[in-house]
């Protein structure tokens, strides 16, 4: 673990421990924890200061793109889901939370897993739900706490006294996201522990489109037997308004610069930044996984995504699994907000993960 130090009159402090920072914020009295993981990789000492800068007067950074108005994504459905199981797994009671990073004995499992791979069919599949790392935006929420983050999280990034560039939009794993996306692919390598969550069935991999867990996938699916890895809009964090939840277009933006939709300037679209994974344009289409257009038209810079709205988007995206997944297993790495909405869906709590941690799920189709 880096030791880092911040100078309170005179003395410094070690950063390991929570620090408290009285801050003058609107008349608000702010208490801010030092980081205490590898996130600290990058020097942090007038973070707060820039934070505070940036709530009074902005900053160069700020977004003034307005994206156009897409279609709703919503549509009427035919049939809906449940998780058909009780007592199988740790993460089905909400409180169970982890109080940091890490994993549940077992990734939460209470029976054997062929006690659950026996309750698989044609309309049941075991989704493992895998947090993406430890991402800039995290790190940044956690040493400034909720009120400057709130502040600054829908800016393109900022600039602290010193000279420290942190870049929220689409933002990308710290060092202490990719060693937990390391530790997770070890877990999952060791002792034939993947061949036996999965029951050694035939395996996909969906992913949401997102710098952070496209490089967390990378790393946790590396040398992994899947069928497929396919890309998919649907599964994106909570839409709107902070910038770390917008997608960059899949093509290269005209000269560097921002694309037609979307918040924040960028050099390299998908393809070019993530050549080993596809990312088909399918629209409206819903025989396949993909992205419904090349910018992201689902991302709105004045209006967040309200948590009913993103359950609708989790049922539609197991109508869109069910009908072009024949596998039983399916592997899903997303975001907190969407996990927790897809268990919503499936009428389970909804559990919060911490950074790459798993949580599995049985899940059931059934018409209405």
């Known amino acids: 673990m880096l030791q880092r130090s911040f100078v309170v009159k005179g003395e410094a402090l070690p950063a390991v421990l929570v620090v408290t920072l009285l801050l003058a914020v609107s008349g608000s009295v702010l208490s801010v924890p030092a980081a205490t993981s590898r996130g600290d990789s990058k020097p942090v000492d007038n973070l707060v200061a820039a934070a505070q800068s940036a709530l009074r007067q902005g900053d160069k950074f700020s977004s003034a793109v307005t994206p156009k108005d897409d279609d709703d994504i919503d549509r009427h459905r035919k049939t809906s889901f449940t998780s058909p199981v009780d007592g199988y797994f740790i993460q089905e009671r909400a409180s169970r939370a982890l109080p940091e990073p890490g994993q549940h004995k077992n990734f939460g499992a209470l029976v054997p897993w062929d006690q659950v791979i026996s309750k698989l ?33 829908s800016k393109c990034g900022f600039t602290t006294g010193n000279g420290t560039d942190y870049q929220i939009f689409d933002a990308e794993l710290t060092d202490a996201g990719q060693a937990q996306a390391e530790n997770l692919h070890a877990m999952l390598g060791s002792n034939s522990t993947y061949k036996t969550i999965t029951g050694n069935l035939p395996t996909r991999a969906i992913v949401s489109p997102l710098s952070r867990c496209l490089d967390t996938a990378s790393i946790v699916l590396a040398d992994m037997p899947v069928t497929n890895i396919n890309t998919e809009e649907l599964i994106r964090e909570t839409l709107g308004s902070d910038t770390c939840d917008a997608r960059r277009s899949v093509s290269d933006p005209p000269g560097g610069g921002k694309p037609e939709t979307g918040p924040c300037a960028f050099d390299r679209g998908l393809k070019s930044k993530y050549p080993q994974y596809d990312f088909p344009v399918r629209g ?13 038209h689902l991302w709105k810079k004045n209006k967040r995504e309200k948590q009913k709205h993103q359950v609708r988007r989790a049922e539609k995206f197991l109508e869109t699994l069910f009908i072009n997944a024949e596998e039983q297993v399916i592997v899903v790495v997303t975001h907190s907000g969407f996990i927790r909405s897809l268990l919503l869906a499936v009428d389970r709590e909804p559990y919060r993960p911490k950074n790459a941690e798993v949580v599995p799920a049985i899940i059931q189709m059934r018409n209405r």
């Open 284 to 296: 409206d289409d819903k025989t396949d996984f993909g992205l419904l257009t090349d910018d992201d």
């Open 121 to 153: 069919n044609a309309e049941t599949k075991l989704l493992f739900l895998i947090r993406h790392g430890q991402a800039w935006s995290n790190y940044l929420e956690e040493v400034l706490g909720p009120d400057l983050w709130y502040g600054v999280v």
